[in-house]
């Protein structure tokens, strides 16, 4: 299919009485990662829960393979893999069970690859310690798993680098690498830098609205 | 006219209280649902021209 | 027990809509055991304010006796709402809200799943002490089918319901107060019938009627509620 | 959006807020001076004209405020809530601010029918509250509208607040048909029938009639008092735009 994936056109959010963005509009295309900087307060995660359609309150036209995302919700849903501030992970659950349900609320994801992923991200033996006793930065990685199990081609991720040591960044980096070499897209906010990636194209929301 | 005198009206048969009462009542819930949205109308045109003389100065 | 559940969800290999509905019934059951205190707070709620009817109005069995249909469906009542809060405060707060409203599996599905899982732990656990308690209150024995019927087919619908006030203020910090004052009102249908069905059974009246409108209100809830819920959840994540 | 096709031209115009502000300001003279004749003429009359109950006697005259304002708070609701459903379905922001005008007037006519309802019951019953089933599904009405206007201003931001009152909204306006019934139901059950406030067999024409004139003196009423607290709303919630700073500066400059 040609054309972008995702098509953003005149973007619209206030909150608390400040607009966010205004008339905000780009496009990203398969294979291509799109890194969302601003500083605090800017608005990235809000748009991220709008790009992903986690939050309605935006006047605007978000297409997805060229239709009006509203139409195609269900077809967007299956190609999305959103990786939000909270892990998404339960504390009295373990990894292995935390993946599990993931893997029931997304029928096209393979349950039977969740111990393999698990083993991807460093967790192997502790698929059945419950969540509340790892550490910070190993329930962290018991949510970007999800990163190894998916197949979507969409991934949108909101600061998927804190709580992770310099080794586990770079396995990331290599793992977003990956993805977009099998023609995924991604979109980020992230603190860091990401090293070696030459598809990287920058939105900044600091220019954007701030009346 | 179902009253012969004022003071008949006034006590409406026993039932001047209660017909008062409800009346006053009546009166009261009507006026409030005019008067406060009147007023509240007011302190936000005053409130909102503020803000924008003052943000038109500011800029 | 915990163990049996895990089993059970690592033989389960193809996920559809149904095996969907079980693995959040599991996850939320399994939630609730891990967390003992939950699973026993609305019952020690529910004795406790049983226990305050005869205290507070008179230790008399005749009086106790006509008093308790209502003091047991009131203390029901209160019982699941006040398990209600919880039902998707914690999903909201570790994120797992954010990902089932983008499952691309039908959102009322999940609802359902955890609506039952909820009505299990509150509702059915509360059904299944209730004769206990009635003893207490001097409820005759004649009473007590009434009593376990219109509290199994009743309380559902109260979980229903609740679940929508549950879904509405799930995004404020304080919505515990708030969602008894959204709800209350509308549990007011299912307390007059379940009452007046144990009532009924009491002076030994046929149960049939008062039973098939406590099914209705709970088929219009099965139909109706899990909407509500779901387009209650959206709004509340959205903002 | 492929549904705006077959809406009407005016579904269109109410939706803008600015065109909504101004026919509100032009039909705002005319609907008050109505009202208030109506109303004013409707009490001359119910207090002055119309016969005495042959059972109640004066305090019968309580009626032609107490119907009203329980009719016109069962009428709010249900615009609140089918306004609530219009601003959930089309996103239409005018919508939206009807319903929230709708909570507070509503609420006050419920107040005003409880009150009534129960100073009439006072020389009626000999108590001055009864649960009767009307009373008792007022107060319920009045409970519901209650917890509309807590969960809206409990939420902070506005199109959130909106969408979550109007979802309870119509989860109560489901519900309001289901509680009459029982509660209703349940007062046939446990009162002996006594005779009821408002139900009477055949009211003769000098009765009825100027109850329909308070009738409509109320539904205007409530229109004047909505139209002015959606005026307000507009302005509120669209003080960002230029035709409400043009408004607020020209005002201003007088």
Redesign the interface.
């Known amino acids: 299919m040609s054309g972008p994936m995702l098509k953003v056109e005149n973007l619209f959010c206030e909150r608390d009485d400040r607009v966010l963005f205004e008339g905000l509009g780009f496009s990203v295309d398969a294979g291509e990662i799109v890194q969302i900087e601003g500083a605090n307060g800017s608005g990235k995660t809000t748009l991220l829960r709008i790009l992903s359609g986690l939050s309605r309150n935006y006047e605007g036209e978000i297409y997805w393979r060229g239709e009006p995302i509203d139409d195609v919700r269900d077809q967007f849903c299956r190609e999305l893999l959103y990786f939000g501030h909270q892990p998404g992970v339960k504390a009295l659950l373990t990894p292995e069970e935390n993946l599990r349900w993931y893997c029931a609320l997304h029928p096209s994801l393979d349950a039977s690859r969740v111990s393999e992923a698990l083993e991807q991200v460093g967790l192997r033996g502790f698929e059945d310690v419950p969540c509340h006793s790892l550490s910070a930065g190993q329930h962290r990685r018991v949510s970007l798993s999800r990163l190894y199990l998916s197949d979507a081609p969409l991934w949108i991720l909101d600061e998927p680098f804190t709580a992770i040591d310099k080794r586990g960044v770079a396995a990331k980096e290599a793992l977003i690498g990956r993805h977009i070499a099998r023609g995924g897209s991604v979109i980020l906010t992230t603190h860091q830098d990401l090293q070696g990636s030459s598809a990287v194209r920058s939105i900044n929301l600091d220019q954007q609205g701030g009346t | 006219m179902s009253f012969n005198s004022i003071s008949e009206f006034l006590t409406m048969g026993g039932h001047g209280l209660y017909v008062w009462l409800s009346y006053g009542l009546g009166l009261v819930v009507i006026l409030a649902n005019l008067i406060a949205p009147l007023q509240a109308g007011k302190r936000l045109r005053a409130q909102l021209t503020r803000r924008l003389l003052r943000e038109s100065n500011g800029s | 027990m915990a163990d049996l559940l895990?089993n059970a969800?690592?033989e389960?290999?193809q996920?559809?809509p149904g095996?969907?509905f079980m693995?959040?019934l599991r996850?939320d059951l399994?939630?609730s055991l891990?967390?003992k205190s939950e699973l026993v707070n609305p019952l020690i709620f529910f004795l406790m304010v049983i226990t305050l009817f005869p205290l507070g109005v008179s230790p008399e069995p005749g009086f106790l006796a006509q008093l308790a249909p209502g003091a047991l469906w009131v203390a029901a009542l209160l019982a699941t709402l006040l398990s209600m809060d919880g039902l998707f405060r914690?999903d909201f707060?570790?994120?797992?809200l954010?990902?089932?409203?983008?499952?691309?599996?039908p959102l009322f599905i999940?609802v359902l799943a955890k609506v039952l899982a909820h009505w299990m732990l509150s509702g059915l656990a509360l059904t299944l002490v209730a004769p206990v308690i009635a003893v207490m209150l001097f409820l005759p024995a004649e009473g007590m089918p009434g009593l376990m019927l219109s509290l199994l087919i009743g309380t559902p619908t109260l979980s229903l319901?609740g679940a929508?006030g549950a879904a509405?203020?799930v995004?404020?910090k304080r919505?515990g107060v708030?969602i008894s004052?959204?709800v209350?009102?509308?549990y007011?249908?299912v307390l007059?019938?379940g009452t007046?069905a144990v009532q009924a059974a009491v002076t030994g009246l046929p149960l049939g009627g008062y039973l098939a409108l406590l099914g209705a209100?709970l088929a219009?809830g099965l139909a109706?509620a899990p909407l509500?819920i779901g387009?209650?959840l959206?709004?509340?994540?959205?903002? | 959006m492929s549904d705006k096709k077959w809406m009407p031209r005016w579904f269109y115009q109410l939706a803008s807020p600015r065109w909504c502000y101004q026919i509100c300001g032009k039909l705002l003279p005319g609907f008050t001076i109505a009202a208030l004749v109506l109303l004013i003429g409707g009490t001359v009359w119910a207090l002055l004209f119309a016969p005495a109950d042959y059972q109640q006697g004066n305090s019968f005259r309580i009626i032609y405020l107490h119907v009203p304002s329980a009719i016109l708070a069962q009428s709010c609701y249900m615009l609140m809530a089918i306004a609530g459903a219009i601003g959930l379905i089309w996103k239409m922001k005018v919508a939206d601010m009807v319903a929230k005008s709708c909570a507070p007037v509503g609420a006050s006519l419920a107040v005003l029918a409880l009150l009534t309802g129960a100073i009439w019951g006072k020389p009626t019953w000999g108590s001055w509250w009864v649960w009767d089933a009307r009373l008792t599904s007022m107060l319920i009405l009045f409970f519901l509208y209650l917890g509309v206007m807590a969960l809206n201003s409990a939420i902070e931001s506005e199109s959130t607040a909106a969408q979550a009152s109007a979802v309870l909204a119509l989860v109560g306006l489901v519900n309001i048909p289901i509680i009459k019934y029982s509660v209703e139901w349940w007062n046939t059950l446990h009162q002996p029938a006594t005779f009821k406030l408002t139900e009477k067999p055949a009211m003769p024409a000098e009765m009825w009639l100027p109850l329909l004139v308070m009738v409509v003196g109320f539904y205007l009423f409530f229109a004047v008092t909505l139209m002015m607290r959606l005026r307000n709303e507009i302005l509120r919630r669209e003080r960002r735009a230029g035709w409400v700073k043009e408004i607020l500066l020209s005002n201003s400059a007088v």
């Open positions: 895990t969800a690592a389960q290999a996920i559809g095996g969907l693995a959040t996850r399994m939630l891990r967390r914690t707060d570790d994120g797992s954010e990902q089932l409203l983008l499952s691309p599996q999940v319901v929508i509405l203020t995004g404020l919505g708030l004052l959204l209350l009102p509308l007011i249908p007059i019938f007046s209100l219009l109706l509500a387009a209650a959206r709004i509340s994540v959205s903002g």
